[in-house]
């Protein structure tokens, strides 16, 4: 498979939690993005992080990226029941054209 | 249009049949991904094309799948005698950069069905 690994795989919290999503990836990598899914729909842009960055804020959102270990972390604040989607994260492969997505973790927020 | 837009949203074939899909891309985009996302899982790269060029195909899963982008704009994805595994949602995603280096833009996707 192509794909980096997401844990976990499903979460399940209570409306105002925050919500922890973490990545891991296997290639050298330009930047980071992470995406949401609403269900039978496409996928969005969430944020974007590069390599010569460790932490960016957007909103509710705040991603961490720790090169030396591959790894990624997407924190969603103050969730709301809207929050409800799949969350990916893609990494922009410096070895070629191929923008590469994890398996995603389900969140469901619970109102 | 101001969007990504994919036709059709739903389409059901029978094992054996050809189907083509159509990705039209936000006007001005460069780049322009396919991906094929079965269910319950993330999307899988099939192939990137920059302007007309297909600069990389190694994510086809087989000769039955061919792509295109002949002027540089609308691609189309065309599966030859589907089979049943061949189901699953194929994404189109389009960027105005030149690499892989920022937002992709995701079409609604297509959900073929091989009965």
């Known amino acids: 498979s192509q794909q980096g690994e997401e844990d976990p795989q499903a979460l399940s919290i209570q409306e105002g939690e925050n919500a922890t999503m973490n990545c891991s990836y296997k290639?050298?990598?330009?930047?980071l993005q992470w995406y949401r899914q609403n269900s039978g729909r496409g996928l969005v842009h969430l944020i974007l992080?590069?390599?010569?960055?460790r932490e960016k804020h957007s909103g509710r959102l705040r991603v961490t990226l720790d090169t030396s270990k591959k790894s990624s972390s997407l924190l969603i604040t103050a969730s709301r029941a809207a929050d409800t989607a799949s969350y990916f994260c893609?990494?922009?492969?410096?070895?070629?054209?191929?923008?590469?997505f994890g398996a995603g973790t389900r969140l469901f927020v619970k109102a | 249009g101001a969007g990504v837009s994919q036709s059709p949203r739903y389409k059901v074939a029978k094992r054996g049949q050809d189907v083509a899909l159509r990705c039209d891309p936000i006007s001005g985009h460069v780049s322009l991904f396919w991906y094929q996302q079965a269910l319950g899982q993330g999307p899988e790269f099939l192939t990137y094309f920059q302007n007309e060029a297909q600069l990389d195909k190694s994510g086809l899963p087989s000769d039955r799948f061919f792509a295109e982008r002949p002027e540089g704009s609308v691609s189309t994805l065309k599966i030859q005698r589907t089979q049943q595994e061949d189901s699953a949602v194929y994404l189109c995603?389009?960027?105005?950069?030149?690499?892989?280096?920022?937002?992709?833009?995701f079409g609604e996707g297509s959900r073929l069905t091989v009965l």
């Open positions: 992080i590069r390599s010569n960055e």
């Open positions: 290639t050298s990598i330009n930047n």
């Open positions: 995603a389009s960027s105005f950069r030149d690499i892989n280096t920022g937002e992709l833009f």
């Open positions: 893609a990494t922009d492969w410096t070895g070629g054209f191929k923008t590469i």
